[in-house]
């Protein structure tokens, strides 16, 4: 495979991955406000914990957040580099 095509198609998926307004509003506050768990932005978009779950599912897939485990809370934040340049560009 073309090596500029296969980067074209990870940075779609990215792009692809906060392009729904919960997951995009679910980063956004990860920036600002730092880690947090499923219950606290579930308050936070008033949400349901399934929905919020599934779309923090679909971003840790993506490679956007990790989770890190304190008890049996798992704490999320932002990892990758360019979803923060996006996120910081666009607000």
């Known amino acids: 495979m073309n090596p500029d095509k296969k980067l074209l198609e990870e940075k779609a998926e990215i792009l692809k991955a906060i392009s729904h307004p919960v997951r995009l509003c679910i980063v956004r506050r990860l920036l600002i406000e730092g880690e947090k768990n499923v219950t606290e932005m579930q308050n936070c978009l008033e949400a349901p914990q399934s929905t919020v779950s599934q779309h923090l599912a679909k ?10 485990r304190e008890g049996t809370e798992i704490y999320y934040s932002v990892v990758n580099e360019d979803v923060k340049k996006i996120i910081k560009a666009i607000f």
Request: glycine content about 20%.
């Open 59 to 68: 971003l840790r897939a993506s490679g956007i957040i990790e989770g890190k």
